[in-house]
Structures are given as C-alpha cells and as structure tokens.
C-alpha cells in the first residue's frame, strides 16, 4: 500500500505524467513519506520503468466503484448495498430537512455579520475570525 496524505492507498494510484527524459539508465529508486506516523512499512511487490501509462497493469482487475458511486473496497454505516436502501435513506433525508429562515441576503452572505463595505471581496477578522467579505 502507498500512504499519500497519510492515508493507505493501492499502489496504482502512484503514477507521473509528462516526460521527464529517459529510463534507459536508472541505477536507483528514492521513496520518501513526509511526516510519517508510527513505525512505516514498506512493501514492494513489482516495480516496472515504462514512457506510457499504457504499459500499466493493474493488481486490482475488479471495478472500484459501484452502480451508486460507491467506494467498493471500503463498508461504512449507511452505505447502500441496494435500490432500495438508497431509496429508503434518501427519503429520511428529505423528511428530516426543514426549512427554515437561514437569515441570508439573495446574495447569500449572512445578514447578522456586519463588515466594512470596500467594494470589493477581502479578508477581514470579525468576532475572531478570518472570513470573506
């Protein structure tokens, strides 16, 4: 598993686009994590130089996503495994939204904030915080 961001991920997602010259003398291969955490592992399967992202062939032959959108490697509470799952918790969904008066301008900008008007969009601190104005 390559760790980008910090979080595990297959090793095909690694991969560099552009030229960047020839592979014809490659003596050596660098790997570097930026802030790791804990004891890290490195593991190596199969490493091949190629000049196209053709040549790529993947571990994993199996589809990545389902029929919703879905991670399919992954299982979490509320995730879909049917029509009719997704049907039922999108009608919670739209059952537990209320309106309700969000006190915003047709611009969307939130009227109980009050900024200096420049006339033009700035970063300015208000009750201590950074927001856009």
Same mark, same amino acid.
């Given at each position: 598993?390559a760790?980008?961001?910090?979080?595990?991920?297959?090793? *095909? =997602?690694?991969?560099?686009?552009?030229s960047?010259g020839?592979?014809?003398?490659?003596?050596?291969?660098?790997?570097?994590?930026?802030?790791?955490i804990d004891?890290?592992?490195?593991?190596?399967?199969?490493?091949r130089?190629?000049?196209?992202?053709?040549?790529?062939?993947f571990w994993w032959?199996?589809?990545?996503?389902?029929?919703?959108?879905?991670?399919?490697?992954?299982? =979490?509470?509320?995730?879909?495994?049917t029509?009719?799952?997704?049907?039922t918790? =999108?009608?919670?969904?739209?059952?537990?939204?209320?309106?309700?008066?969000?006190?915003?301008?047709k *611009?969307?900008?939130?009227?109980?904030?009050?900024?200096?008007a420049?006339?033009?969009?700035h970063?300015?601190?208000?009750n201590?915080?950074?927001?856009v104005?």
């Open positions: 598993m760790a980008i961001g910090k979080t595990a991920r297959p090793g *095909y =997602w690694i991969g560099f686009s552009g960047v020839t592979i014809k003398h490659v003596d050596s291969l660098g790997v570097i994590m930026s802030q790791p004891s890290q592992i490195l593991e190596i399967r199969n490493v130089l190629t000049m196209t992202s053709q040549d790529t062939v032959q199996n589809p990545l996503v389902d029929e919703f959108g879905q991670w399919i490697p992954a299982d =979490w509470p509320g995730k879909a495994k029509l009719d799952e997704l049907k918790s =999108w009608d919670q969904e739209d059952k537990a939204l209320q309106p309700g008066d969000l006190k915003v301008s *611009y969307g900008g939130f009227l109980g904030t009050k900024a200096k420049t006339g033009f969009f970063v300015q601190k208000i201590g915080k950074m927001v104005c």
